[in-house]
């Protein structure tokens, strides 16, 4: 299984950003995709969460509002769509695979290589 993020790039506070994650070698209907993100000194936090099973989407709390987890069926893809965006929102972003959408991390086997987000006030 082989995913790859891509989307990254520098904004201002307020703009908006897409991200994609498109993933290949799943072997199953049933996984889930997950957008974790990484800012520098900070440990790996959950953002959000596709269940391709159920077409079920989750959201964290703290982008909730913000940020939304639509598929591209065209693109084939898992998107993350980030909306309002303030340089707190800076970070690596990663995507995932595994099951179920769930916060923990352990329970997404494949990731991908991560992408960059910065937004500057």
């Known amino acids: 299984v082989q995913l790859q993020a891509s989307g990254g790039g520098s904004v201002q506070a307020g703009g908006s950003l897409r991200l994609s994650c498109a993933a290949s070698?799943?072997?199953?209907?049933?996984?889930?995709i997950g957008w974790f993100r990484q800012a520098s000194g900070k440990g790996r936090e959950y953002v959000s969460c596709?269940?391709?099973?159920?077409?079920?989407?989750y959201v964290a709390n703290s982008v909730k509002g913000r940020f939304t987890i639509p598929r591209d069926n065209i693109k084939n893809t898992v998107d993350l769509q980030m909306n309002s965006l303030t340089p707190e929102d800076t970070a690596v972003y990663y995507c995932?695979?595994?099951?179920?959408?769930?916060?923990?991390?352990?329970?997404?086997?494949?990731w991908g290589q991560g992408t960059l987000v910065t937004v500057s006030s």
């Open positions: 995932a695979a595994g099951y179920p959408c769930t916060s923990a991390q352990a329970m997404f086997d494949h």
């Open positions: 596709f269940s391709n099973s159920d077409g079920n989407t």
């Open positions: 070698g799943l072997t199953t209907d049933i996984y889930a």
